[in-house]
């Protein structure tokens, strides 16, 4: 069965174009022109990721994406913005989507996203294939949680904690911490946080890694504790405890 795609975007060329695109690439697509609609088309045939504009009339997409975080829908959402700013992608990311694409945009860069996004949600085969030195398939009793420099993650539940205190992170949130916390004290380049995460390098060029470490160290950090991720210039991040 093809895999579901329900896209919303405002402006009727994109909107066109993309669909067309994506159809030829071999999913199923339901487009719509504004975020009611997009609503009204997840709650009754719910797709298996959403593309959402970030910019529409009346319910924009950071608003559908809040509402269905809301109602505890985990679809993937991938946002389409024309805003560059670091603070404009912080909040799409604060209302729950997954990844973002900056218009204007290469739909190969689109078609990548989508495929990182939706293996996220596939099943994983037990055998040596992905991860970070092996695919675990469903988390064994003693890989359901990891710890490293005071963090806790339950890999089966999908929550992680500081000391007491719970995290709320998003998916991409959740699996760059994981990464992280499993190589705690290794210095992990870009290039290889790309791979493992998006399934795909973006270039020297992309932000996107940086956004997503600064906003999950939003998270992490509390006033007199130690900065848990650390950048290591023109290498990578790195995790630990100072």
Known sequence: MPQTVLLAEDDRAIRHALERALTLEGYEVTAVADGVEALAQAHKTPPDVLVLDVMMPGIDGLQVCRVLRAEGDRTPILMLTALVETADRIAGLDAGADDYVVKPFDVEEVFARLRALLRRISPVPAGPAGGDGGGRGEPQASDRQVEAAGLR??????????????????????????LLVRNAGIVLDHSTIYDRIWGYDFGPGSKNLAVYVGYLRRKLDEPGAPQLIHTVRGVGYVLRED
Do not use: I, K, N, V
């Open 153 to 178: 993650m339950d890999l089966q539940a999908r929550r992680a904690w500081r000391g007491r205190r719970e995290l709320e992170l998003t998916r991409t949130e959740f699996e760059l911490l994981e």
